[in-house]
């Protein structure tokens, strides 16, 4: 299954990291789009918002902004969670419990939390006894189906 750019259709953005980055996704997968404060924030794929935290100002790349990230967690038919990280404090449009069709505008981006600068940070994960995991996406883009993304270069939301 491949998943939705999470910004709006026709929109371009640059993926700067990808999985195993070099700066903060070492043993992950999880995807960073540089985007000025306030971009619309979209489903990737549709589900129930099992959480939304809006409630930090500050961003930085100093460690103690690591849990101070807004952030909103979107559960999947199939149990998998989507979550978006590093939002616009004041800029959910998403509620707990509301459930969510893929495109739907659902935050706007912001730079909360550890972060260097405005940008979305996107990833899927599943639970684990004691953690999480996070998962591989293909994307769908203008390019096609089944798309993986590779950092530095830009990609456009169908």
């Known amino acids: 299954m491949s998943y939705r750019?999470?910004?709006e259709p026709h929109k371009t953005f640059l993926l700067f990291q990808g999985?195993?980055?070099a700066?903060?996704?070492k043993g992950q997968f999880a995807w960073d789009f540089p985007m000025p404060l306030g971009t619309p924030v979209c489903a990737a794929r549709a589900g129930m918002v099992i959480e939304v935290v809006d409630e930090f100002d500050e961003g930085g790349d100093d460690i103690k902004f690591a849990e101070m990230a807004n952030r909103i967690l979107i559960l999947h038919d199939d149990g998998t969670i989507g979550a978006y990280f590093h939002l616009l404090r004041g800029g959910m449009?998403?509620?707990?419990g509301d459930r969510v069709e893929t495109g739907?505008?659902?935050a706007a981006s912001g730079s909360s939390g550890r972060s260097t600068g405005p940008h979305l940070h996107f990833e899927v994960f599943r639970k684990l006894d004691g953690?999480?995991?996070t998962l591989p996406v293909r994307f769908r883009t203008t390019d096609g189906d089944g798309v993986?993304?590779?950092p530095g270069k830009s990609y456009r939301a169908d």
């Not at 449009?93 to 707990?96: D, P």
């Open 5 to 7: 750019f999470p910004f």
């Open 19 to 21: 999985p195993d980055g």
């Open 23 to 25: 700066l903060s996704h």
């Open 93 to 96: 449009r998403a509620k707990f």
């Open 104 to 106: 739907a505008v659902i």
């Open 131 to 133: 953690g999480r995991e």
């Open 148 to 150: 993986v993304l590779e």
